[in-house]
T-cell receptor, first 110, second 111 residues
Framework: QKEVEQNSGPLSVPEGAIASLNCTYSDRVSQSFFWYRQYSGKSPELIMSIYSNGDKEDGRFTAQLNKASQYVSLLIRDSQPSDSATYLCAVITSGSRLTFGEGTQLTVNP | SQTIHQWPATLVQPVGSPLSLECTVEGTSNPNLYWYRQAAGRGLQLLFYSIGIDQISSEVPQNLSASRPQDRQFILSSKKLLLSDSGFYLC??????????FGPGTRLTVL
C-alpha cells in the first residue's frame, strides 16, 4: 500500500464547476497535510495546508481533513481554465518526512 | 520574504560526466533544505535533506551526493551520471513549520 494515494485522473470539469480532488494516507499518526499545484514544466507551489479535522477555506479553495478515515480532499469552487494543473497531496509521515502522492491531473474546460 | 534559487534551469549531460546543481535560499536563517527528483509523469522522490551545515541525510542509495557548505546553500553532485539520473531536480526549504517551498527546479537530461 502506498503511503499517500491519489487518483491519477485526468479529472475534467467545465468552467465554473466544483473540482473535487481526493487523497488517502496510510500512516495513522500523520498530523500535517498539504496540497500543492504544479503547472506543466514548473515546480510545485504550496496552495493549502491543513492540520485539524474539518474544513479550511482560502478563497476558492477548501481543504477537508478526516483523520479517522485517513482522508484529505481539496475542493476548487468556480473552477477556471487557469486551475488546470496537476495537484499533489503531501503528508508528513513518520520520521517527519513529507511524502507526496503521484498527483491528480485536472483540466478545466472553457 | 524568502526566495529560493536553483541553477542551471536546464542541463544536458553525457553519460559518465559529472554533475553539480546548486540551490540557495534568501531571507531566512538555518532552513531545512531538501533535494527531490521527479521523473517524467511521476511523483516526487526525496533524495537528501539537511538540517544544518554539513549535516546531510540520504534517503535513497544511488550515485548522487549532497553537500551544504553554507547555511543557505545546498549542492547536489555526481561523479558519473547514469541515464536513469534524468529528471526534474527540485530544491526545497522549510522553516519552523512543516511547510516546504520549492525552487524553480533544474531539468536534467542525460544522453
Amino acid at each position: 500500500q502506498k503511503e499517500v494515494e491519489q487518483n491519477s485522473g485526468p479529472l475534467s470539469v467545465p468552467e465554473g464547476a466544483i473540482a473535487s480532488l481526493n487523497c488517502t494516507y496510510s500512516d495513522r499518526v500523520s498530523q500535517s497535510f498539504f496540497w500543492y499545484r504544479q503547472y506543466s514544466g514548473k515546480s510545485p507551489e504550496l496552495i493549502m495546508s491543513i492540520y485539524s479535522n474539518g474544513d479550511k477555506e482560502d478563497g476558492r479553495f477548501t481543504a477537508q481533513l478526516n483523520k479517522a478515515s485517513q482522508y484529505v480532499s481539496l475542493l476548487i469552487r468556480d473552477s477556471q481554465p487557469s486551475d488546470s494543473a496537476t495537484y499533489l497531496c503531501a503528508v508528513i509521515t513518520s520520521g517527519s518526512r513529507l511524502t507526496f502522492g503521484e498527483g491528480t491531473q485536472l483540466t478545466v474546460n472553457p | 520574504s524568502q526566495t529560493i534559487h536553483q541553477w542551471p534551469a536546464t542541463l544536458v549531460q553525457p553519460v559518465g560526466s559529472p554533475l553539480s546543481l546548486e540551490c540557495t535560499v534568501e531571507g531566512t536563517s538555518n532552513p531545512n533544505l531538501y533535494w527531490y527528483r521527479q521523473a517524467a509523469g511521476r511523483g516526487l522522490q526525496l533524495l537528501f535533506y539537511s538540517i544544518g551545515i554539513d549535516q546531510i541525510s540520504s534517503e535513497v542509495p544511488q550515485n548522487l551526493s549532497a553537500s551544504r557548505p553554507q547555511d543557505r546553500q545546498f549542492i547536489l553532485s555526481s561523479k558519473k551520471l547514469l541515464l536513469s539520473d534524468s529528471g526534474f531536480y527540485l530544491c526545497a526549504w522549510s522553516g519552523g513549520a512543516n511547510e516546504q517551498f520549492f525552487g524553480p527546479g533544474t531539468r536534467l537530461t542525460v544522453l
